[in-house]
């Protein structure tokens, strides 16, 4: 996984800080509401979108966040 890599993902949760997607890594990784723009179309869980990208890595936690700013459904 590489900052700026363009991926897909499906919904498994929508919540306060952002919605979480599956993109076939070992966790799921988050779209913060500041990076999923706000005439977006509101997603549901189970929900597949295309165009997310992985905005950073955090390779000591295993943790990565994705940038919904060109998603599509």
């Not at 499906?10 to 070992?26: E, K, Q, S």
């Not at 509401?33 to 979108?49: H, M, S």
């Not at 905005?55 to 060109?70: P, W, Y």
């Amino acid at each position: 996984m590489v900052t700026g890599e363009e991926t897909w993902g499906r919904v498994v949760f929508v919540g306060g800080v952002g919605t979480w997607f599956d993109i076939g890594a070992t966790k799921d990784g988050l779209v913060p509401t500041r990076l999923y723009p706000q005439d977006a179309i509101k997603l549901n869980v189970g929900d597949e979108v295309e165009g997310l990208r992985v905005h950073a890595v955090d390779l000591k936690s295993q943790r990565f966040t994705l940038d919904g700013s060109n998603c599509e459904a």
